[in-house]
């Protein structure tokens, strides 16, 4: 290690092409000079999402995919100590706990769009898969207390994406005696499931797997559908809500694979968040099935800086521990993690700790 300020450590950067394979380890990184609205933070635990696939394989929608991403440090999710501040920053200070929020340069209720999701950290500019980061201090917020740093580091994507389905839309939060649907295991679907049931709503999930499903029961959820033995998976939880009445709100993370499903599940009324495209290509739903289901559909792009901070109180006060996955990786390990999450194998959030 050079310094305490500027110490040597390592990192893993994004080739040109060439995908998971192609990821490049670096031993002998360093920060550079702190600049006056920086914040230098030790890293020590980060968290892989289906973004970070996508860019490795080569890019993300509203973006040139054509554009070198050589060099860059990918992750967009992470969790650390802050070291050092600029001489501008009045929010942050040595010792603190933080966790990255993928946007920065925004205000404080910005609500994000796809193009700020692709030049977010970790696509073009260097993001999490290091144990030491200079990050403009609108890129930090600070971490729930009661959260080890591996947990936190799953707050950054698929906690506020989650978070933002459940409470983003104001006069209409999730709360005590509403019904929730969620989709699979998946680290947007797991969250929404923690955070609903602490809310005190009656949570239904959908998974392929009787062993995930009973992992998705100790969370909390009430019932779970098994999407594969149940191709028409919406009318049966649908049937599962009093008077078959459907759910207040469904967290559709499959996209067009799913979409269809959730619309038939939701109750007069209700919103259809669709918050992920994970489910692949599939002929699109029309529009016009909100018209006949007499429902909202609501796109999202993970959440503002606001939302950031609304979540932070909540996992303090109603102590939400989020749920990993079994595998722990290292950070030399950080192929073999792109590679679980590539096979789905994993359960909820997959983690890295940067250091040993």
């Known amino acids: 290690m050079a310094s305490q300020n500027n110490p040597t450590y390592a990192q893993w950067t994004l080739p040109a092409s060439g995908g998971i394979d192609a990821l490049q380890f670096d031993s002998a990184a360093t920060l550079g000079r702190l600049l006056d609205d920086e914040v230098n933070v030790e890293i020590r635990a980060a ?18 995919e054509s554009s070198s991403q050589q060099g860059v440090v990918p992750g967009s999710d992470g969790a650390g100590i802050v070291s050092a501040v600029g001489s501008n920053v009045t929010n942050f200070k040595p010792g603190d706990r933080v966790v990255t929020h ?3 340069h925004v205000p404080d209720d910005y609500k994000p769009v796809m193009a700020d999701v692709s030049a977010g950290l970790g696509k073009e500019m260097d993001g999490t898969l290091r144990q030491y980061g200079r990050f403009h201090h609108t890129t930090l917020v600070h971490a729930p207390e009661n959260l ?5 580091a799953t707050l ?3 906690g506020l994406t989650a978070w933002n389905a459940l409470f983003g839309l104001r006069g ?24 609903a049931v602490a809310a005190g709503a009656t949570v239904v999930a959908t998974t392929s797997s009787e062993a995930k499903a009973d992992r998705l029961r100790r969370l909390g959820a009430t019932h779970v559908v098994n999407y594969k033995t149940t191709p028409e998976w919406g009318a049966s939880a649908r049937g599962l809500t009093p008077d078959n009445r459907g759910f207040d709100v469904v967290v559709d993370v499959g996209g067009d694979m799913t979409l269809g499903q959730s619309v038939q599940a939701i109750r007069t009324d209700g919103i259809v968040v669709a918050a992920g495209l994970i489910g692949g290509s599939a002929e699109p739903v029309p529009m016009m099935a909100a018209l006949f289901n007499h429902c909202t559909v609501r ?6 800086r606001a939302q950031f901070d609304d979540m932070v109180k909540f996992v303090e006060a109603k102590n939400v521990k989020p749920a990993l996955d079994d595998v722990v990786f290292g950070i030399r390990d950080v192929k073999d993690a792109y590679r679980r999450l590539d096979k789905q194998a994993h359960f909820s959030k997959i983690v890295i700790r940067l250091h040993a």
């Open 102 to 104: 993928i946007f920065p």
């Open 148 to 152: 080890t740093f591996e947990e936190a």
């Open 47 to 64: 968290s892989v999402n289906y973004r970070e696939l996508v860019i490795v394989k080569g890019g993300l929608p509203g973006t040139n």
């Open 299 to 304: 796109g999202i792009i993970a959440g503002t």
């Open 156 to 158: 950054t994507c698929s």
């Open 172 to 195: 209409r939060e999730v709360g005590q005696g509403d019904w929730v649907l969620v989709q699979g295991t998946g680290g947007v679907s797991v969250a929404a499931l923690q955070f």
